[in-house]
């Protein structure tokens, strides 16, 4: 019982830091480019999360064993050109997989799914997690609770942005300035969760 | 070719171009290692290497690879190149290497480099895409130096370099994640009330 339960309380822990305390868009920088680019309405902004989890999740997996075979093969050294590749052929297979098998899935995902392949979170998170040594289950773990602080932090960017339109802001700040002044002030305010643990 | 094109495209990357104020891509190393400006300026060289060489390569194979994996190609010579990098300054540069981190095999993504390879490296001959590498490089470089030494000047208090103190009480939020991307915001809304000259 007590294994179980300091089981929990280290999953815990890691979910808790990797969604709100080391998010990896506002304190990492990872996926800044799609972090402003898709933001603009909620859907999309929702559709790009949803389709980051999916992904990263599965990359974390896939990239863990490659990185067993780098080592076992001793060319540790190529590894950002294989994760790469690993990432953008698994993206490319999910899409012809969800293409097939839920459709009502691929209609939602679909233009998201290429843009991925170059969204850094991916490749970064990957990296993230061999450079901390993280076991498999750990890993995958933290893959996907960043990728859900990813959709969070996405999601509730879309929503302040959707208000620009309405907002009086000075002309050279419209867009990505004013957009950028207010991702720091979202990233301020997810300090408040650093005493959490 | 003449002197006045070649110029043109070099020209291009330092002002009315320059990324990543004018392109808003290549974000997570703009944000995530200009807290101090050597780091910034160590980034932004190692972009405009990979950046020079990706587009030379691929501006002489770009009658060779086919249309429907061009970005698949785009991203293993880019990859390829990243590599090299990361070694050559694990070697001569260590220390820079352990402070850059992360972020030198996400240049592999950084959105600024596919972007030139299939913007302008797919439609123009070797020599210009030289030009055009070196051009918007040097741009990336001066901006994130830039970037780097205003949040180094406003979050330790001192000149970059030196052991002149300019400010007493040093405003510490810029050293960190928020201030990162307000910093970043503030840049871009000044670069637009100076206008596209």
Redesign the interface.
């Known amino acids: 019982m007590e294994a179980e339960a300091s089981n929990f309380q280290h999953f815990f822990e890691l979910v808790i830091v990797a969604v709100f305390i080391n998010n990896i868009l506002?304190?990492?920088?990872?996926?800044?480019?799609p972090?402003?680019?898709v933001s603009k309405k909620m859907d999309t902004a929702i559709g790009m999360a949803l389709a980051v989890v999916f992904v990263l999740t599965l990359a974390a997996f896939i990239t863990y064993g490659v990185r067993q075979i780098l080592v076992e093969t001793h060319i540790e050294?190529?590894?950002?050109?294989a994760?790469?590749?690993v990432i953008?052929s698994l993206v490319q297979f999910v899409e012809m997989f969800l293409k097939k098998a839920i459709p009502a899935l691929y209609k939602s995902l679909g233009i998201f799914l290429p843009l991925i392949?170059?969204?850094?979170a991916v490749?970064?998170a990957c990296?993230?997690n061999i450079?901390e040594k993280l076991n498999l289950v750990d890993a995958m773990v933290m893959a996907f609770a960043s990728a859900v602080g990813f959709g969070l932090a996405l999601v509730l960017f879309a929503g302040i942005r959707e208000k620009f339109e309405t907002a009086r802001i000075?002309?050279?700040?419209q867009g990505?300035?004013?957009?950028?002044?207010?991702?720091?002030?979202i990233?301020?305010s997810f300090?408040a969760f650093k005493g959490m643990i | 070719m003449s002197a006045a094109a070649i110029k043109k495209e070099f020209v291009k990357g330092l002002w009315t171009d320059i990324p990543p104020f004018r392109f808003?891509?290549?974000?997570?190393p703009t944000?995530?290692v200009t807290d101090t400006m050597f780091k910034g300026f160590g980034m932004g060289a190692a972009t405009l290497c990979v950046l020079v060489c990706a587009n030379f390569i691929i501006s002489l194979l770009r009658k060779v690879i086919p249309d429907e994996v061009r970005?698949?190609s785009y991203?293993?010579v880019i990859?390829?190149f990243?590599?090299c990098v990361?070694?050559v300054m694990e070697a001569f540069a260590y220390e820079l290497f352990l402070s850059l981190g992360?972020f030198i095999?996400?240049i592999?993504?950084?959105?600024i480099i596919?972007g030139r390879a299939e913007a302008f490296a797919k439609k123009n001959g070797p020599v210009l895409s030289i030009v055009d590498g070196l051009g918007m490089g040097i741009g990336f470089t001066l901006s994130l130096t830039a970037l780097g030494a205003i949040r180094e000047i406003l979050g330790k208090g001192f000149i970059p370099f030196t052991d002149i103190q300019v400010l007493a009480e040093p405003f510490e939020f810029f050293q960190q994640?928020?201030?990162?991307?307000?910093a970043?915001?503030?840049m871009?809304?000044?670069m637009?009330?100076l206008g596209k000259k």
């Open positions: 506002l304190h990492r920088f990872l996926g800044t480019c972090f402003m680019g050294y190529i590894q950002t050109l994760f790469i590749l953008a392949t170059t969204n850094c490749l970064g990296i993230y450079d000075p002309a050279p700040m990505t300035g004013i957009a950028l002044v207010t991702a720091g002030i990233a301020l300090y | 808003v891509l290549g974000l997570c944000l995530g970005v698949a991203i293993v990859a390829t990243v590599v990361e070694m992360i095999p996400l592999v993504v950084n959105c596919l994640a928020p201030g990162a991307f307000v970043l915001g503030l871009l809304g000044i637009n009330l």
